[in-house]
């Protein structure tokens, strides 16, 4: 891991030795361990530091709070998503083949990380701005990647282009969730996504659908993990 990429997260404190990182990586892999079981709001510093078999005081050399520590997690998964969708996609010489590569590469990504789903709209209970900064920083990267494709598309309107491939994305990573899949149904999904959605018309109901079902998902979310937890 890069240490640029500590150093310019908030409230995160960079380690200096391999044998710091090791400790970081240890809270960070316990903090989300806990976070998944349980809601942002039941799991304490004490908790975490007790999952990682760390001192407190060790917490606090490397994140300020317990809100730190999570949005490290949310930063964590959008660099590893960026560079795996960066991998996939070199070498391919048109926008269709780049669209192939990259939904594989999400969908793989998410059945490997079934926990991203949960810290990253979690994060919306969490500090709104985590929330939307994630996907913030994923549309505009992508708009300007289809910007410099235009001449593929008859659409110039890229942002809204790329916040509907990524909700579409999105839900077919869910499926990874909720099944177990093999990787010839990723190529059929991938392949589905590219040919019978196409990306050169840009339809703004449709855009309108994609964002309110996600919205709708989100609700349910936070209903369930945080609203009925509270309730004694």
């Known amino acids: ?27 960070a892999q316990a903090a989300e361990k806990l976070f ?16 990682a078999h760390t001192a407190v005081g060790t917490f606090y050399i490397y994140f300020e709070t317990k809100t730190d520590i999570y949005r490290y997690l949310v930063e964590d998964y959008q660099r590893r998503i960026k560079r795996s969708l960066a991998e996939s996609i070199a070498g391919c010489k ?32 969490v500090e709104k701005d985590l929330f939307v900064n994630y996907y913030m920083s994923f549309a ?6 289809l910007s410099s494709d ?11 282009l790329a916040y509907m491939l ?3 994305a999105s839900f077919l990573g869910l499926r990874g969730m909720f099944e177990t899949l093999n990787n010839e149904q990723i190529d059929k999904m991938e ?30 979310f ?9 309730i004694p």
């Open 94 to 125: 048109s926008r269709y083949e780049r669209e192939r590569a990259g939904i594989k590469s999400f969908v793989r990504f998410s059945v490997e990380n079934p926990n991203v789903y949960h810290i990253v709209w979690g994060s919306l209970a």
């Open 222 to 230: 936070l209903v369930k993990y945080i609203v009925l937890k509270r």
């Open 36 to 51: 998944t079981q349980s809601s942002f709001f039941e799991v304490s510093v004490s908790d975490i530091c007790r999952e």
């Open 150 to 160: 235009l001449h593929e598309l008859l659409s110039e309107d890229v942002m809204t």
């Open 1 to 27: 891991m890069s240490k640029n990429f500590v150093e310019n997260i908030k409230g995160v404190h960079p380690p200096k030795t391999s044998l710091g990182m090791a400790k970081m990586q240890a809270l």
């Open 191 to 220: 392949k589905s996504k590219v040919e019978k959605f196409d990306i050169t018309h840009v339809h703004e109901e449709y855009l309108l659908f994609v964002l309110t079902a996600i919205a709708l998902l989100v609700l349910e």
């Open 166 to 168: 990524m909700g579409i």
């Open 140 to 145: 505009d990267s992508y708009a300007r990647a």
